[in-house]
């Protein structure tokens, strides 16, 4: 349970550096780092998305 709950968070900190990177900087290079960064919770929500989607170990 825990771990959905901290991917949710990762997925909506990345929309929200994302909106951050594409709309409110100017700057290219730190636009860039940022939204870097966004994507690399994206990847770290989905691989810990994986097990919660594969189900309960408990037999």
């Known amino acids: 349970m825990w771990i959905s ?5 990762a997925m909506a900190l990345a929309a929200v550096l994302i909106y ?12 860039f780092i ?14 810990l998305m994986i097990p919660v989607l594969g189900g309960s170990t408990h037999a």
């Open 5 to 9: 709950f901290y991917s949710i968070g």
């Open 20 to 31: 951050l990177a594409r709309y409110k900087m100017n700057q290219g290079i730190f636009s």
């Open 34 to 47: 940022i939204s870097m960064i966004a994507w690399a919770l994206l990847i770290i929500a989905f691989l």
